[in-house]
């Protein structure tokens, strides 16, 4: 994976609490690290596209299904870390955020997180809306792969 088949990433400082006692970072902490990712790639998403503070929220949201996380190398007490995220694809109700970690140019982690979107209030699966797609893939520099449409009949 690439630093440059992102276009999102964001910094992330190692804290005290999140390491053992030889300053490695607990396993457990690097998906928090790719869930802080995705809070600012929300954010970085919503700025691009211009939209303000809670415009858009439609009853709907993405829940997470699935996390594969791959550790190439851990992470120590202090360091500085890139959290690189991106929408790698979109199903009908869902997408696969790819994530990758480095420290400089040192990859420590790859991963993905599977979302669905559905409603708040039953929790039932929803097609994601055209609109939010169209605005991942303007704001993505590899575009999702999306799934093919159903086929009427």
Known sequence: MLKSDFRFSTPLRVRWSEADPQG???????????DVGVTEYYRALRAAAGA??????????????KTVLEYK???????????HLRVAYFGNSSMRFVAAIYRADELL???????????Q?????TPI?????????AF??????????????
């Open 24 to 34: 490695i970072v607990f396993n457990g902490h690097y998906l928090n690290y790719v």
């Open 52 to 65: 303000q503070p809670g415009e858009g929220l439609d009853g709907s949201e993405f829940f997470a299904a």
């Open 73 to 83: 190398a851990p992470a120590l007490f202090d360091d500085l870390l890139e959290v």
């Open 109 to 119: 982690l790859t991963g993905e997180v599977v979302y669905v979107h559905a409603d």
């Open 121 to 125: 209030t039953s929790r039932r699966p």
């Open 129 to 137: 809306p055209d609109s939010f797609k169209k605005s991942v893939s």
């Open 140 to 153: 993505e520099c590899l575009a999702p792969e999306q799934a093919a449409p159903a086929v009427q009949g």
